[in-house]
């Protein structure tokens, strides 16, 4: 499959809540990698992925991200955060405009795979809503 995505479109045609912490539209779902753009709605708790590395470009908002054992740093748009898999992170969003991203997982990254710190802080139900393009 090839494709051509307006990621300002698919971020503005986010909801203005949600249930869950993000929601996210599945752009590609390959095992090679999977993209997404996701907007997030809350702070969402220290967590990692077990299977995959992540990088980040941020689209829109600002959110202090904190990774492994950095302090947190400011990030807004036109910032790539990259880390690898096993790697704990969060995001604490600054004011009031949406947080949105454009995720590359390597290899894809199944909506289930989250692994919170504190395993009360949520679930895979509570992380996320995917929704998909194709």
Do not use: W
């Amino acid at each position: 499959m090839s494709a051509f995505f307006d990621i300002q479109a698919i971020a503005q045609n986010f909801p203005d809540h949600a249930d869950t912490m993000l929601i996210d539209t599945r752009l590609t779902d390959e095992v090679e990698a999977s993209s997404r753009v996701f907007r997030v709605y809350t702070k969402v708790p220290p967590h990692y992925h077990a299977t995959c590395d992540e990088y980040l470009f941020v689209v829109a908002g600002r959110a202090f991200f904190s990774m492994g054992t950095m302090a947190p740093v400011e990030v807004g748009p036109g910032h790539l955060v990259f880390f690898k898999k096993g790697i704990v992170h969060a995001i604490d969003p600054i004011g009031s405009d949406p947080l949105v991203f454009l995720s590359v997982d390597t290899p894809r990254r199944d909506p289930k795979d989250i692994t919170f710190v504190n395993p009360a802080d949520g679930t895979p139900e509570t992380f996320i809503e995917t929704r998909r393009l194709y």
